[in-house]
């Protein structure tokens, strides 16, 4: 049986350190990886994703955008103001409900599986982006939330 490669890359996001409102940027556009995929314009599927609060904030829904360039989103901790030109960077997004979270005392967990979603680099790169949003209005430190994406190559 012929298996495809899998790979498994933590982002740590960065982060405002204020209180959020609801419906705000939780995290602007950031890197996944420089070499991501295999190559310049190569794919990779996306096919879970665990996302770790190590501030342990209240469960609410999170949206995870993936982009195949470092366009902006909008200001962290602020609404999404994103140019429709840039919008045509999105190549999906991933919604982490309320009910998904874990709460294991000092921090929450939630793990999406059979997301499947493709990810395609642009044909100069070997890069992939990130972007977040809240529905919850939490106060986060710098780098207190992780995510954990699960890749195939392809």
């Known amino acids: 049986m012929l298996y495809k490669d899998a790979n498994v890359i933590d982002v740590t996001l960065s982060l405002d350190t204020s209180a ?91 793990t999406i599986e059979n997301i499947n979603l493709m990810l395609k680099a642009r044909s100069t790169s070997e890069a992939l982006y990130i972007a977040a949003t809240t529905a919850g209005t939490p106060t986060q430190t710098a780098s207190g939330i992780v995510v954990r994406l699960g890749l195939e190559q392809q």
Not at 71 to 96: F, K, M, R, Y
């Open 20 to 110: 959020y409102g609801a419906g705000d940027v939780l995290a602007d556009t950031q890197i996944i990886a420089t070499q991501t995929v295999r190559g310049p314009g190569a794919s990779a599927k996306l096919v879970s994703m665990t996302v770790i609060d190590k501030d342990d904030q209240a469960a609410a829904v999170m949206d995870f955008y993936f982009l195949d360039q470092n366009v902006s989103l909008g200001t962290e901790n602020d609404v999404p103001s994103i140019s429709d030109a840039n919008a045509l960077s999105i190549l999906g997004h991933v919604t982490v409900a309320a009910a998904d979270w874990k709460d294991l005392g000092g921090c929450k967990v939630a």
